[in-house]
């Protein structure tokens, strides 16, 4: 079993930032990737930005240039800066794992009012 327990978000003006963080447990020894979703309302979940254990990044389109995904191997975190933040950015965000089945954590609402 993965526990991922994440932690920020919150409410921002447009062209504000955030920065969330997802702390990884358990049995993390087989976790290759990890990446951050989010939800709007009314919405599928949608990727936002992956991290390989290995340091290798992607980013939806969407968030370019303006998100950030990183990891920290010592505190099994990864996080993601946001910057620029529109409106459109507003949903629940969770954390993803997979580790012989997909983990998700429990979300965290960052809202961007305009």
């Known amino acids: 079993q993965v526990q991922l327990v994440e932690s920020g978000g919150g409410l921002v003006q447009a062209g504000g930032s955030l920065g969330l963080s997802c702390a990884a447990s358990g049995s993390i020894g087989s976790i290759t990737r990890m990446a951050w979703f989010r939800q709007a309302p009314g919405k599928q979940r949608e990727l936002v930005a992956t991290?390989?254990?290995?340091?290798?990044?992607n980013y939806a389109d969407s968030v370019k240039g303006r998100f950030t995904i990183s990891g920290d191997t010592a505190k099994n975190t990864v996080y993601l800066q946001m910057n620029s933040l529109k409106p459109e950015d507003t949903g629940v965000y969770y954390c993803w794992t997979f580790a012989t089945k997909n983990y998700w954590g429990q979300g965290t609402q960052v809202t961007v009012s305009s």
């Open positions: 991290i390989t254990t290995g340091g290798t990044t």
